[in-house]
């Protein structure tokens, strides 16, 4: 006869670890606030986000620019455009601009690729003239 205890615990056992690696792999791909990347696996990235959740900015840069330092390719691509995004949240569009081009460049960071083209297209639309609208006398 089966110990039916033992097969619930097993199933519980599988249940759960499923849950948990769910859990962590959505909460991992997808971007927190929808600008800058996180991952629960390095714990450089989670702390940095959880800095940047309460808008603390300066050290969620710090965080993240030691992994910049780490040299871990992939890791560092993304940690120098969490900067870019963390010195554009405090106002300094030069040095965000710096960041997002270094990740781009270095890491061929397709995010960073695309905060460069936006802040293109909103520079080309700020030298603008206003008279381009159309008026009706």
Known sequence: MPNHNLNLSRHLKHTFTLVIALTLLSSCLVLSNGNYFCTNW????????????????????DIWYEVVLDGKRDAAGRASYNIAIGYSRLGNNNLALEWARYSAIQYNNKRAKRYLDDQHIVKERKAEPDNMLCTTD
């Open 42 to 61: 390095d714990y450089h990235f989670y702390l940095g986000e959880r800095y940047a959740n309460v808008g603390r900015w300066e050290d969620a840069i």
